[in-house]
């Protein structure tokens, strides 16, 4: 059976509140919650985090589905259609000079596990400047189901909403998924690049959590023999 059709519509500052609602979720995991640490700023961070980016980044690109009046999901795609953007990154660090590692902590919550962050994030960046520095492409940095409307085709409707950008300019898609979206992303043609697994019993938790790079090539790509 193939999934309802949702209409996807753009996400205003208005909708902030909401969003930031909706986006705490996945920081319930135990990942999240020794990432960030306090329980107080955990709930600080979606609309800290949402806020700057709808209105500092002009690569950003949120949509929502809005079921019986009630958010049922979110997305955040990043375009970059520049190749050298991960040289804008590098020439700020530059510029930051002996200081520029505090000011990376300073973005960090208040209260979070700066050794975490700094292994978890390091990875995450890191990655995508090695794998997709140097070319055009389409990020996906989130994408939430609220678990009411998980099963009803509302991820499925907001992954084919942005992929169909990625095909009009012909480009590929990153994303780094967590185990509970990697098998959606299976289905919708990305591809596992590399994982990365952070040891949680280091930092007082129980478990190792696992985050997968993926490559969603772009439509004109052909594989090797």
Same mark, same amino acid.
């Given at each position: 059976?193939? !999934?309802?059709?949702? =209409?996807?519509?753009?996400? @205003?500052?208005? /909708? +902030?509140?909401?969003? !930031?609602?909706?986006?705490? @979720?996945?920081?319930?995991?135990?990942? !999240?919650?020794?990432?960030?640490?306090?329980?107080?700023?955990?709930?600080?961070?979606?609309?800290?985090? +949402?806020?700057?980016?709808?209105?500092? /980044?002009?690569?950003?690109?949120?949509?929502?589905?809005?079921?019986?009046?009630?958010?049922?999901?979110?997305?955040?795609?990043?375009?970059?259609?520049?190749? #050298?953007?991960? @040289?804008?990154? =590098? *020439?700020?660090? =530059?510029?930051?000079?002996?200081?520029?590692?505090?000011? *990376?902590?300073? #973005?960090?919550?208040?209260?979070? #596990?700066?050794? $975490?962050?700094?292994?978890?994030?390091?990875?995450?960046?890191?990655? %995508? *400047?090695?794998?997709?520095?140097? &070319?055009?492409?389409?990020?996906?940095?989130?994408?939430?189901?609220?678990?009411?409307? &998980?099963? %009803?085709?509302?991820?499925? $409707? +907001?992954?084919?909403?942005?992929?169909?950008? $990625?095909?009009?300019? #012909?480009?590929?898609?990153?994303?780094?998924?967590?185990?509970?979206?990697?098998?959606?992303?299976?289905?919708?043609?990305? &591809?596992?690049?590399?994982?990365?697994?952070? /040891?949680?019993?280091?930092?007082?938790?129980?478990?190792?959590?696992?985050?997968?790079?993926? +490559?969603?090539? !772009?439509?004109?790509?052909?594989?090797?023999?």
């Amino acid at each position: 059976m193939s !999934s309802p059709t949702y =209409e996807i519509l753009p996400i @205003l500052r208005i /909708d +902030l509140a909401s969003i !930031s609602e909706i986006e705490i @979720l996945p920081l319930k995991r135990e990942v !999240s919650r020794i990432v960030f640490a306090s329980p107080i700023q955990l709930q600080r961070v979606p609309h800290t985090r +949402l806020k700057k980016s709808l209105t500092e /980044d002009p690569t950003t690109r949120f949509a929502k589905v809005v079921i019986g009046g009630k958010l049922a999901g979110i997305a955040q795609w990043n375009l970059h259609l520049d190749p #050298n953007w991960h @040289l804008k990154d =590098e *020439k700020k660090e =530059e510029e930051g000079g002996a200081d520029s590692q505090d000011k *990376k902590n300073k #973005n960090f919550p208040p209260g979070a #596990n700066v050794e $975490a962050c700094e292994e978890f994030f390091g990875w995450m960046y890191g990655a %995508r *400047k090695r794998i997709m520095g140097g &070319q055009k492409f389409l990020l996906l940095a989130l994408l939430i189901t609220r678990p009411e409307f &998980q099963g %009803r085709g509302v991820g499925s $409707a +907001l992954l084919k909403d942005g992929l169909a950008v $990625a095909d009009k300019y #012909n480009i590929p898609v990153w994303l780094e998924a967590s185990p509970r979206g990697y098998p959606v992303y299976k289905k919708f043609g990305f &591809q596992d690049v590399e994982h990365f697994d952070l /040891d949680l019993s280091k930092y007082g938790g129980s478990t190792v959590s696992r985050t997968v790079g993926m +490559l969603r090539p !772009s439509k004109g790509a052909t594989s090797s023999a």
